[in-house]
């Protein structure tokens, strides 16, 4: 490419960036703000033309300067995005729930893509392909070594397009080619419902996209035909979505024209205070939510709200902490931003933001809100809650943590290889909620293990090294270099033992992971209500009446 051209070139691209940039900044600078603003620009848009000349190699223009934008909003919070015109689809996908595709989730290892799952009546699944196939070709193009994210963009496309797939399969040595047509993949925000006794009913919401209320009011009146006369309401690990659908979830369970959620920003446009505008499926049924640390944004709006209404009783572990409300804005060449505009505070008039990203610490990190800014409000039946930290649960439950040679299992995909294996091997399971890994197979998993050269540290490892290190470092190793050797026995231990002390653990793993392929998403959700704890705590207090009225100081 010639100077010209390259200068050229980049000449419409910093103009590009240009504008974007001023898109970020277009409110609240002062003159001294217009004057930095002005000279940062240029000596941006200079660094960039040297770059372009004078690196030693070539460099992709629009690549390093989405990075260089992404590294500025993440320096403000991990919820300011920028998306450029080739990741739209993405965006849409996070409001919709929906996108042009095959339905398959996909993941790398070191070097070869791997279906992940496929989608339940979708082209990927029904053409055949399995999780645990290595993707070899999308169209002619060879995907090997390639990054999940630009696989992805080819396996996407238009509804009703040919595209057509070389895999390989591992377990028969088999290379195949899968031709199909994309559809419209639409995920579902309520993957699971049903009853779990004769008058408790339990939904799982996963999602907050553009058709959560609707699949929740659906769920919610199937229930009742079946005479639910509670209902659990699951949003553990949900990360939110859409602000409007939790004000119309939780609208099914208090009156009309209830405050749910207020906003408030830096301009006067982004603070407005929303109510609850349909008439409720049901203001009398006793509800439990399950919530976790994962429960974050809109999930914490649903849960937050209805516990400050004293609607519902709160079970699991503190949540997220995320109060932050985001508005879209649309960039010249049909780019947008997803920018943090407001907070967000619930009925009480306390905000969960748990980090403050404003003031940072020394080393940039992000520091939590302190305990003595934390603030005491009162719910609508004078319960004391606090602000800044999540939604905290009425009833807590403690977290199981994971054994060091799950968590090892999990990571390095043994578990995930394991279940493709065993799908080979069986055509079909019992039902999700039956299935079970019997000692047979436990024993067939742990043969399968010696072939795996399993190696894996424990904190206590970790621990101990580093002991050994500072106490070598200070020159007290030899003094307690019997204490340590005795100590290094003691802590040694091996796959087999580990497989044995941690049996009931794995066996689970196994299980969740091989009913998923015969289930799907659905199946899974129905095999973790299984002797789950913070379902059995929910059934536990549903049947209570007089303890779940006096958590939520209700009047006998």
Known sequence: MSIFKSRKKFRSITIAVTIILFSVVFIGFDDNDDFDLAKNLDIYQTLIRELRLYYVDDIQSAKVITTSIDEMLESLDPYTVY?????????????????????????????????????????????????????????????????????????????????????????????????????????????????????????????????????????????????????????????????????????????????????????????????????????????????????????????????????????????????????????????????????????????????????????????????????????????????????????????????????????NFVIFDYATIYSYKHDSIVKATDFKISDKEYTHFSEYLENRNIKYETRTDKALKAFVKSSKDELYYSKLKNEIQQLQNSLKHDVSGDLLLFKDDIKKLLARAIVQRYYYNSGLVEYGLKNNTEILEGIKILSDKKRFNKILKRPE
């Open 83 to 411: 998306y450029p015109e080739s990741k739209i689809e993405d965006f849409k996908f996070l409001t919709t729930g929906q996108y042009g595709g095959i339905g398959a989730l996909i993941r790398k290892d070191s070097l070869n893509i791997i279906i992940e799952s496929v989608y339940e009546d979708y082209p990927a699944e029904k053409a055949g392909i399995r999780p645990g196939d290595i993707l070899k070709m999308v169209e002619k193009k060879h995907v090997k070594n390639v990054d999940t994210e630009d696989v992805s963009e080819l396996l996407k496309g238009m509804p009703n397009t040919d595209v057509t797939l070389q895999i390989f399969r591992p377990y028969t040595k088999e290379t195949l080619s899968f031709s199909m047509k994309r559809e419209t993949i639409k995920v579902k925000n309520v993957p699971f419902y049903n009853m779990i006794n004769s008058e408790t009913g339990y939904i799982k919401l996963t999602g907050f996209t553009q058709t959560a209320y609707e699949e929740v009011k659906e769920a919610l009146k199937e229930l009742k035909k079946k005479n639910a006369k509670s209902l659990i309401l699951d949003l553990r690990g949900n990360p939110g979505g859409l602000l409007i659908e939790s004000v119309k979830i939780v609208s099914l369970f208090v009156d009309k024209g209830t405050d749910v959620v207020s906003t408030k920003g830096k301009m006067k446009q982004w603070n407005q205070s929303l109510k609850t505008k349909r008439q409720p499926l049901d203001t009398e049924m006793d509800l439990v939510v399950l919530v976790n640390r994962n429960s974050a944004s809109a999930s914490e709006i649903v849960s937050g709200a209805l516990q400050d209404l004293d609607r519902a009783v709160i079970i699991g572990q503190r949540t997220y902490g995320k109060g932050l409300v985001q508005t879209t804005r649309n960039l010249s060449y049909n780019a947008k931003l997803k920018i943090t505009t407001a907070k967000y505070y619930i009925p009480s008039g306390r905000c969960i933001q748990a980090l403050d990203y404003t003031h940072r610490n020394t080393d940039g990190s992000v520091g939590h809100v302190p305990d003595s800014l934390i603030t005491e409000f009162k719910t609508k039946n004078k319960r004391v809650v606090y602000d800044g930290g999540g939604i905290l649960p009425d009833i807590q439950v403690k977290v199981k943590n994971i054994n060091p040679l799950s968590k090892y299992l999990l990571l």
